[in-house]
């Protein structure tokens, strides 16, 4: 079992940077594949960016070159580094762990971008 802790969210201006972090605590978190999700005011819960344990990538194509998913195993700490906010990036962001097939997520963060 893991407990995972955002951070780093906040207000970002269209065009700007914000990086997200999500600390995790209680097990191995190498043996975790780990995600960035979000979810604006009335949509669905959608999948940001993902990494896995190796260190492969994958990013939702309205992400694409503008965010970076990274991991630092030593420090049990997975980043989200946003650039060139776009208004639709506002939503609450949710770290995700993924272990076997059991998931485990952050409280979440939220992510306002404006001008």
């Known amino acids: 079992q893991v407990q995972l802790e955002e951070s780093g969210g906040g207000l970002g201006q269209p065009g700007g940077s914000l990086r997200l972090s999500c600390s995790a605590a209680?097990?191995?978190?190498?043996?975790?594949?780990m995600g960035w999700y979000r979810q604006a005011p009335g949509k669905q819960r959608e999948l940001v960016a993902s990494?896995?344990?190796?260190?492969?990538?994958n990013y939702a194509d309205s992400v694409q070159g503008r965010f970076t998913i990274s991991r630092d195993n030593a420090k049990k700490t997975v980043y989200l580094q946003m650039s060139s906010l776009k208004f639709e990036d506002t939503a609450v962001y949710y770290c995700?762990?993924?272990?076997?097939?059991?998931?485990?997520w952050g409280q979440g963060t939220q992510v306002t971008v404006s001008s």
């Open positions: 209680g097990s191995i978190f190498s043996m975790y594949n």
């Open positions: 995700n762990g993924n272990r076997g097939g059991v998931l485990y």
């Open positions: 990494i896995t344990r190796s260190g492969s990538t």
